[in-house]
C-alpha cells in the first residue's frame, strides 16, 4: 500500500491532512497577529508616488489602519504602538478615571512628606537662590547691602521657607483637579513612549498570549474535521478557500473571546471555565498598577505637568502667591525703603523672580528615582486594591477597550491567511479528498 492509496473511512491522505493544515493556518494565524499587535514600535515601510492624492479618499476605517496609506506610504506598525495615545486616552475614560481622580493620586503621594523633602533641599540653597534673583534685578543695589543685613534676610527666607511649602502643597491639594489634567497626562506620556502601551499588555497577559497561539492550533484543527466531510461532498476548488476565510475568521475569534469570555465563572460538567485574563484579576492589577505607578502617575511627571503643563499658569500663580510674601517677611522695614529705591512695579517683580527660580530649583528634588520610587508605592497600592475590588465586566472592559476597536483587522487577517492555506492545499493535493 502506497501513501497515496491510504484511506480512513474512505477518506484519503489529501483529506485527512486537511484538519493539520487548518491547525497550522490556525497556530501561525495567531502567532503573525500577536506580532502585528505590538511590532514594529516605528512605521517601517516606503512612500509610493501616487498614494498620497488616493489616501484621503479611502474609507476612514481603511485610513486608521497603520499602513501608512493616508500619508502616502504602504508598511506596516504595530496596531498598539500606533494607537498609544488613543489607548492612553481610552485607558483613562474605561478605566483610570474609575479607579481614581487628580485628588486621589495626588493625596496618595504623600503632599507633606513631598513638602518636606523641598525644603531639606531647597533650604541650603536660599543664600544662592536670594542673591542671584537680587543681583539679577538690582546688582549694584544689592552690592552695597551689608553682608549682615544680607544673611538675615536670608535667615528669614529660610525660616518662613518650610510654612510656605506647606502651604503650596495644601493649595494644589485642594485645587489639584483644576491644575492637573490626568487624561492628558496619560495621552502624552503613552504617545512619547509607545513601548509602554506594549508593557502593558504584553507584561499583563505575557502568558494569555501564548495560549491565543496555542489556541489557534487547537481550534484550526477541531474547525478543519467538518471541512474534510464538506470538501468530500462538494469536490470544488472554490471550498476549500470559502471554507479557510471561516476557519481563520472564526479561529481568531474565538481566541479573543477565550480571553475575555465568559465574564462569569460557569461550571461546565468538572470544568470551571472563565475568560483567560478574567480570571487573573488579581495578578493582572498588581502588574497594570505597577506599570502606571512606576511610569506614567509619578512625582516628576505629575510636578512637571503642574509646572509645565496645559494649565501650568495657575500652578505658578499660586506658587507666586505663596512665596512672594516670604521676601516681605525677610526684608522687614528695609522692604519700605526697597521699594522706595527700585519702585513698587519692581519690587513686586524681584518676588515674583525668586518665586520663579525657587520653581524651577524644586524640580530638580522631585526627579529623584528614589523619592519616586517610595512615593510611587501608594499609587501602586491604590491601583492594585481598586482594580482587584471592580466586578468582572469591569476589569474586562478596562483591558479590552483599548484595543476592541481594531479586533475586526485580526479578523480579517485570519480570514486572508485561510485563504492562503486553502490554496496551497490545493497547490499540493487538488481537489480529490
Same mark, same amino acid.
Given at each position: 500500500m502506497t501513501i497515496a492509496s491510504f484511506t480512513v473511512l474512505g477518506v484519503g491522505v489529501a483529506g485527512l491532512s486537511i484538519p493539520l493544515f487548518t491547525a497550522v493556518i490556525g497556530y501561525v494565524t495567531n502567532w503573525t497577529g500577536i506580532w502585528m499587535l505590538f511590532s514594529p514600535l516605528e512605521f517601517r515601510g516606503?512612500?509610493?508616488p501616487g498614494l498620497a492624492r488616493i489616501g484621503p479618499a479611502l474609507p476612514r476605517r481603511l485610513r486608521l489602519v497603520p499602513l501608512g496609506l493616508a500619508e502616502g506610504r504602504l508598511g506596516w506598525q504595530g496596531i498598539i504602538p500606533s494607537r498609544a495615545a488613543k489607548m492612553g486616552s481610552i485607558a483613562v475614560d474605561k478605566g483610570l478615571s474609575r479607579l481614581g481622580g487628580a485628588a486621589d493620586f495626588y493625596r496618595q503621594l504623600q503632599p507633606d512628606e513631598i513638602a518636606a523633602r523641598l525644603e531639606r533641599e531647597l533650604s541650603p540653597q536660599v543664600p544662592e537662590l536670594v542673591d542671584e534673583a537680587i543681583r539679577a534685578r538690582y546688582g549694584g543695589l544689592w552690592d552695597r547691602v551689608p553682608a549682615g543685613a544680607k544673611r538675615s534676610i536670608e535667615r528669614r527666607v529660610q525660616d518662613e521657607l518650610p510654612a510656605a511649602l506647606r502651604r503650596v502643597t495644601v493649595r494644589i491639594g485642594d485645587d489639584v483637579d483644576e491644575l492637573l489634567d490626568i487624561k492628558l497626562m496619560v495621552i502624552r506620556r503613552m504617545a512619547e513612549r509607545p513601548q $509602554? !502601551? &506594549?508593557? =502593558?499588555f504584553q507584561e499583563v497577559g505575557e502568558r494569555e498570549l501564548q495560549m491565543i497561539i496555542? *489556541?489557534?492550533f487547537v481550534f484550526g484543527f477541531v474547525l478543519g474535521i467538518p471541512l474534510v466531510a $464538506?470538501?468530500?461532498?462538494?469536490p470544488q476548488w472554490w471550498v476549500? #478557500? *470559502?471554507?479557510?476565510? =471561516?476557519?481563520? %475568521? =472564526? @479561529? &481568531? %475569534?474565538l481566541a479573543i473571546e477565550a480571553i475575555f469570555s465568559p465574564l462569569e465563572p460557569r461550571r461546565i460538567g468538572p470544568l470551571t471555565v472563565h475568560g483567560l485574563f478574567i480570571r487573573r484579576q488579581h495578578d493582572v492589577a498588581e502588574i497594570y498598577s505597577s506599570i502606571i505607578a512606576e511610569e506614567v502617575l509619578t512625582v516628576e511627571r505629575l510636578a512637571d505637568d503642574l509646572l509645565h503643563g496645559p494649565k501650568s499658569d495657575r500652578t505658578r500663580a499660586m506658587i507666586a502667591e505663596e512665596l512672594e510674601p516670604v521676601l516681605d517677611h525677610a526684608l522687614g522695614s528695609a522692604r519700605i525703603a526697597l521699594k522706595a !529705591? =527700585?519702585?513698587a512695579g519692581d519690587y513686586a517683580a524681584l518676588g515674583a523672580e525668586i518665586a520663579r527660580r525657587s @520653581? !524651577?530649583?524644586? $524640580?530638580? #528634588?522631585? !526627579?529623584d528615582p528614589e523619592l519616586n520610587a517610595r512615593q510611587g508605592v501608594h499609587i501602586h497600592r491604590m491601583l492594585t486594591e481598586r482594580m482587584r475590588s471592580l466586578s468582572h465586566p469591569e476589569f474586562a472592559e478596562l483591558l479590552r477597550a483599548a484595543m476592541k476597536e481594531d479586533e475586526w483587522l485580526l479578523l480579517l487577517h485570519g480570514g486572508a491567511l485561510g485563504v492562503v492555506g486553502g490554496l496551497l492545499h490545493l497547490a499540493v493535493f487538488g481537489t480529490h479528498v
Open positions: 516606503a512612500r509610493i $509602554l !502601551a &506594549n508593557r =502593558v496555542r *489556541l489557534g $464538506l470538501v468530500s461532498a462538494v476549500l #478557500p *470559502l471554507a479557510g476565510i =471561516v476557519i481563520g %475568521w =472564526v @479561529t &481568531n %475569534w !529705591a =527700585v519702585g @520653581t !524651577a530649583r524644586s $524640580l530638580a #528634588p522631585l !526627579a
